[in-house]
């Protein structure tokens, strides 16, 4: 199991913390995953963190990691 | 330094900035407008800020230590506030030292645009009748 | 608002570039600083600036008034300090007040180098051992 | 006669108000005079301002107006 946290318009639909019962090994196996299971959030505008630091889709996904899901942000 | 804050304070920030080998100091202060492109004939009454906090820090210092080494900055400060905010009130301060004006200015702007793009900090605009989340704008 | 004074209240400022339509607030800083590259091997003790009153007085509003127009400003402000400062001292303070941050940089850094350009304020340096008249530098 | 005011280095050779006693019906006539009486100041470095302006050579001068040497600026 897997702990993905989420933020902003990601964070109303996901709840704050979501658990994840798959294995899986790399961003882009993440991405598919929410993509079925939420597809009403358009997931190519969220980015995603691994330990604090953005990655990309073919990065991997480690038992343990922090994960979060970064829609656009709007600091400032 | 780089902080997330409840309440910025402006004299804070140019104690921050002291630096005898500073002779330009420059300050951008971002503040609650009571109007927003998104929404012209609507009033914001208030915003909320939300972060993930540590990776926004770790953002913060990244952005701060690109400008110090690009412009040879003698102090760098980048201030967020989180929770929520009035119209009128900063919701973001950055600001730099530098020997020279000429460095100033693009190593200031670079710190509010870079923070614009990449820290993890969202708004939400509170009107008198909705609320949203708000979509970066360039 | 334009200004010279003998001391600068950064505080001050801020009070008169407050404007609910504003988003972005710029501001620059200019202090005294213990070097100076006329002289790199001496300490600056410290600064003397004289003005004549009414002419840099009536290019500041003309200079203001420039970039009000050019950037569509809600609010700039320019202050000049007069008199003796000392190392770290503000000698100038120069702000502005837009809806956007992208008007707020070139506008304060046009107040700052048409100022500097223009206005007839001179600066003494003062060394330990001796003393002398600016030169501009660009 | 004009009175004429001097600052920064222009005025410690000058003097901060320096009288002319002589008919000068335009700026170029100042700065000539000026030139022959104080060869030492670069003037072609040094600005000249009529009732707070900053006036060029064929610019005229009026009895009464207020004539100022305004040497390289250095605020800020």
Known sequence: MIVVKAFGHVKEVLGSELEVNRELIDVKSLRDYLGNEYPTIVWSTVAIAVNKKYVQDPDPISPGDEIALIPPVSGG | ?138
């Open chain 2, 1 to 138: 330094m780089v902080q997330l804050v409840e309440h910025i304070d402006l004299n804070e920030v140019y104690k921050l900035l002291a630096d005898t080998k500073a002779g330009g100091t420059c300050v951008f202060v971002g503040t609650v407008r009571n109007h927003t492109p998104q929404r012209e004939d609507a009033e914001v009454t208030d915003l909320r800020f939300e972060a993930y906090d540590e990776m926004a820090l770790a953002e913060m210092e990244k952005i701060r230590q690109q400008a110090i080494e690009k412009w040879g900055l003698h102090q760098a400060v980048i201030i967020h506030a989180i929770g929520k905010k009035e119209v009128g009130e900063p919701v973001v301060v950055v600001g730099v030292a530098s020997s020279h004006r000429k460095e100033a200015f693009p190593a200031c702007q670079f710190l509010i645009d870079e923070l614009k793009k990449s820290v993890p900090i969202w708004k939400k605009e509170f009107f008198t009748d909705s609320s949203h989340w708000v979509s970066p704008t360039p």
